[in-house]
């Protein structure tokens, strides 16, 4: 999607209902700083208003993504060309999640294996070398919820018994048996536990 043409567009359908940047927002309930991202072409609206913003411009949300008013002839097509553009940029989005996942566990890692290797080398007292190792620990602690929270929106699991791809819920990934990002779960569909890799896409 070309968001220089959107914010172009959303620009041109605002002055033709004669509002300003500061009118569209506050019917909108945001800031007229993001309205200004949208025009510029810095930021997307968000999904949870673009409806709402595309009924107050009367235009369809498949305009809006495509930048421009579509005739009947193209509107299939135009449509079909933003689903895909959004699939492959949530594809894209959930790519850079789970690379940022291996990062943050590597970074918290760091500090633990320090702790460690400072609590071993040094000639301290039993207690003060456990107090060290849990400092150290205390990042990855820290971490542990958001990596997981990335693991369960990243991506899909998918079924080894009926290939059904699916997210599952935060509390099924947390308690799920692992091996790096296979877990054991349970499927919604088929109902079987099984060993379910984690995929980009539901392809």
């Given amino acids: 999607m070309d968001q220089i043409k959107i914010g172009k567009f959303i620009a041109q359908c605002r002055k033709q209902k004669n509002l300003t940047q500061a009118q569209l927002a506050e019917k909108l309930g945001i800031t007229d700083r993001a309205v200004s991202k949208w025009e510029t072409g810095k930021a997307m609206p968000d999904s949870s208003i673009m409806l709402e913003l595309c009924n107050m411009l009367d235009i369809t949300v498949n305009e809006l993504l495509s930048g421009e008013v579509i005739t009947v002839d193209n509107y299939n097509k135009e449509l079909e060309n933003n689903l895909l553009e959004m699939i492959r ?3 894209q989005s959930d790519r850079r999640l789970l690379t940022m996942e291996i990062v ?3 970074v918290c890692l760091i500090p633990l294996l320090a702790a460690v290797c400072l609590a071993n080398m040094l000639p301290l007292e039993e207690g003060v070398q456990v ?3 849990l400092a150290g620990l205390l990042p990855l602690l ?3 919820p958001f990596a997981l929270k ?3 929106k990243a991506g899909y699991y998918v079924c080894k018994c ?3 791809t ?3 819920q935060y509390s099924k990934v947390f308690w799920a048996m692992h091996m790096g990002r296979t877990r054991y779960m349970r499927c919604p569909k088929c109902g079987k536990y099984s060993w379910q890799k984690k995929v980009i896409s539901k392809d």
């Fill in 131 to 133: 107090l060290i190792i």
């Fill in 162 to 164: 009926c290939n059904h």
């Fill in 150 to 152: 990335i693991e369960q």
């Fill in 166 to 168: 699916y997210i599952p």
């Fill in 142 to 144: 820290i971490a542990t």
């Fill in 89 to 91: 940029q949530k594809e």
């Fill in 104 to 106: 943050m566990g590597t």
